[in-house]
């Protein structure tokens, strides 16, 4: 079956072929590291890992970039600020970064480009603007000329007489047209900078993109993503300077996820609704929140708030006991043939998760597959004697669908620790002399720490509530 991907430059999906067979390049606009990521940048970074999971799933090779903007306005404000060195500074908020998204199960990029050491690639693209004709000097700064690019706008679908009504020159800035937008920055008083052939300065925000992608993946790659509030401008201008400085088309398919609300209202710092990963990570177990923010397609809006993330945390859970019953069962199983039924049910069900994720990587109806799986488990843990071999295949298949989805499991082994097996076993004593005041007791201590008790056929089990 093939893989199906939302189009944004084309606004359809389309089949998904890479340009080199089994290989695919991508990109994905990171973090400007001078703050702690908030639940924002959070969802692009789980998204799109669950994409290059699919896709090495699918038996692809993925060259996964994702950036590092370690200069910018931004980061040298807050650095005054703090009174504190760039570099230290950005490198703080990288290994934060990386600490938080680690957290909530997204793989190590490929390789993490940062602008600093970027400089050479993206002066000489700058240089290679100026001499195609596409880009001016202007006062220490270079400008690109936005009309000369007769495509702009096709990714966010905009005219330039659309452009030119909400376009402004700024104090000092000595634009040729108010239509285009900064390459290089001449040099402020105290300010970092770089030597370049225009003069002292440092590069724009959009042209780190260009030059990256280039430097590492080539002049085109099969796949460039991000937050959807990059459409426009930042995307729209890396397409116009790398088509135009490239002569070739710059990504054949682009993606964008949806915004997040919070409490149905915009995020915002005024709003007092900023919310940290971090944060969240210390309220909510990490996985919950990798499932919550997968239980809505990655195109769609997801609406933040407590009420919610509790409501996916019942349907998560269901999945996490169905998981954990048949690892328990386990111990217990015979060890008879496998029963042809239940490879047949397992192989339909396998069959609907891909159909789900080959559509747009929909992780939403992708879930609610995995909730059959659950239906199913449930009815083989049913029977009194279970295979040992059914049993290794249900969890088979539940590894692999956490895998693609990036949703690490803890083994139940991994949660025991000595005070609460001696109490299991102190417990079972309790009953086996109907000492059920006793084992009542234990039953409430346990309880308090969290820890809640199943009686079954098979023995006692117990999970973290």
Known sequence: MTIKVYNTLTRQKEVFKSIEPNKVKMYVCGPTVYNYIHIGNARPAIVFDTVRRYLEYKGYEVSYLLNFTDVDDKIINEANRNHEDINRLTERFIEAYKEDVGALGVKPATLHPRVTETMDDIIQFIDDLIKKGYAYESNGDVYFKTRKFEEYGKLSAQSLDELKAGARIQVGQSKEDELDFALWKAAKPGEISWSAPWGEGRPGWHIECSAMVKK??????DIHAGGQDLTFPHHENEIAQSEARNGKNFANYWLHNGYITIEDEKMSKSLGNYILARDLIEKYPPELIRFFMLSVHYRQPINFSDTLITQAKQGFDRIVNSYQNLKYRLN????????????????????????????????????????????????????????????EQFIALFDQLFEILGLEIANEEQLLDAEIDQLLVEREKARQEKNFKRADEIRDLLKAQSIILEDTAQGTRWRRG
């Open 216 to 221: 590492h993946l080539g002049d085109t790659i």
């Open 332 to 391: 217990h199983a015979i060890d008879s043939k496998a029963n042809q039924t239940y490879l047949e049910r397992l192989k339909a069900i396998k069959g609907k998760f891909v159909q789900e994720m080959n559509d747009d990587f929909n992780t939403a109806n992708a879930i609610s597959v995995l909730y059959e799986l659950v239906k199913e488990a449930n009815l083989l843990l049913e029977n009194a004697e279970v295979s040992k071999q059914d049993l």
